[in-house]
């Protein structure tokens, strides 16, 4: 598979799971993406292709978002926040509450953890509502940084969760 594509990769792989986490949501499972060590390469080299000498550091957000923000951050040689949710990180933070298509919740960063200024490509799996990217934002500029973008594997358009990030560069590998 190293010929191919990441769009191709993230079709063949991903997987479809009805009513989970609760009924009534489709769970776009994209595990098996990362699980392939070519796709996995495709799938980092196209989330930051697009912001290339645009950002100092990569965000990712729990939990998914760490292993997409991890690989594209040894890809690059940047360094990696963490956006975390409630209880995990052991200094000072900032919160952030916010809703998703499921419940809602809260995120939090260390925000100390760069200088004032940094730009941060903020790299998730998936855009569905636009909670948690919006909310993942707000804490980057609480912070004292700037999104210097938002780069995810896939969006579900019909969620419309790009309209909860007016302003923002959004790059998508995958819309459906």
């Known amino acids: ?33 990362f699980a392939d060590g070519p796709a996995l390469q495709a799938v980092t080299d196209a989330l930051v292709a697009q912001f290339a000498g645009r950002f100092d550091v990569i965000a990712g957000v729990e939990a998914r978002g ?14 990696v926040v963490m956006i975390r949710k409630p209880g995990k990180l052991p ?8 809703d ?3 419940g809602s ?3 939090e960063v260390h925000p100390d953890e760069l200088a004032r200024g940094a730009r941060v490509l903020l790299i ?8 948690t990217l919006a909310a993942s934002c707000s804490l980057i500029e609480r912070s004292g ?18 309209t909860r990030l007016p302003g923002r560069t959004v790059h998508s590998l995958v819309t459906l």
């Open 105 to 107: 919740t809260t995120l």
């Open 91 to 98: 200094r000072a933070v900032l919160t952030e509450d916010y």
């Open 145 to 162: 940084w700037v999104v210097a973008g938002i780069s995810v594997v896939l969006e579900l358009s019909d969620l419309a969760g790009s």
């Open 66 to 79: 760490f292993v997409l923000a991890a690989s594209a951050a040894y890809a690059t040689g940047h360094g």
């Open 100 to 102: 998703l298509e499921y």
């Open 1 to 33: 598979m190293p010929s191919a594509t990441a769009q191709e990769a993230i079709q063949r792989l991903s997987r479809v799971v009805p009513d989970f986490p609760t009924p009534g949501i489709t769970f776009r499972d994209l595990t098996p993406v």
């Open 124 to 131: 998730d799996d998936v855009l569905a509502t636009g909670g």
